[in-house]
């Protein structure tokens, strides 16, 4: 079993990307591994801003990217890139904070025209933190993230496929880099 961080980067208490984590954390857990969650708007601001690794708060969200086996982290994009949050909040880990681990990012925004963002904005920063291996990333357009009469998420059928294999191959990634370690 892996221990999985489940990171959202997005500011917004109703934050579609943090939904969408939250529905994804228990296909992680049905594979059998521990998720933990993160979101980064529940840091201390100050703290964060101040890159203050001190802070009980900051200290304890570096010592969940250094205990996961696995990251998946999410961020809305905002004019192109991955919210300011999220890069405090990565711009505050250690150099090799994602060395020997499996990332897979993912993000939501309203238009197509953001989906490089992934490929250009997001996986630079989790490479030069070292991330063993980052899988492909997937976006998912905010219209197509809604919410059920019951609160649960509800995506759309084209998303929802699109999604479920990326997150497969996270998993089996994961899944085999855990039986690696086990066998060393």
Do not use: N, Q
């Not at 900051?58 to 991955?82: C, N, T």
């Not at 492909?136 to 809604?146: A, E, M, Q, T």
């Amino acid at each position: 079993m892996a221990t999985v961080l489940s990171v959202s980067g997005s500011p917004s208490p109703t934050s579609r990307t943090t939904r969408l984590l939250r529905h994804l954390d228990p296909a992680i857990a049905a594979r059998g591994h521990a998720v933990t969650v993160l979101d980064a708007r529940t840091l201390p601001a100050e703290a964060l801003l101040r890159a203050d690794t001190g802070h009980p708060g900051i200290s304890r969200a570096v010592d969940l990217f250094e205990r996961a086996d696995a990251v998946v982290i999410g961020s809305p994009i905002y004019k192109a890139a991955y919210s300011g949050l999220l890069k405090s909040l990565l711009d505050l880990l250690p150099r090799r904070a994602l060395a020997g681990r499996t990332v897979l990012p993912l993000a939501t925004g309203g238009s197509t025209a953001h989906v490089l963002a992934i490929d250009y904005a997001l996986r630079p920063v989790l490479s030069s933190l070292g991330a063993a291996h980052i899988t492909p990333g997937w976006f998912v357009l905010d219209r197509h993230i809604s919410t059920g009469p019951d609160a649960s998420v509800v995506l759309d059928p084209a998303a929802a496929e699109g999604l479920g294999r990326t997150l497969d191959e996270f998993l089996s990634v994961l899944d085999r880099s855990t039986s690696r370690r086990a066998a060393a």
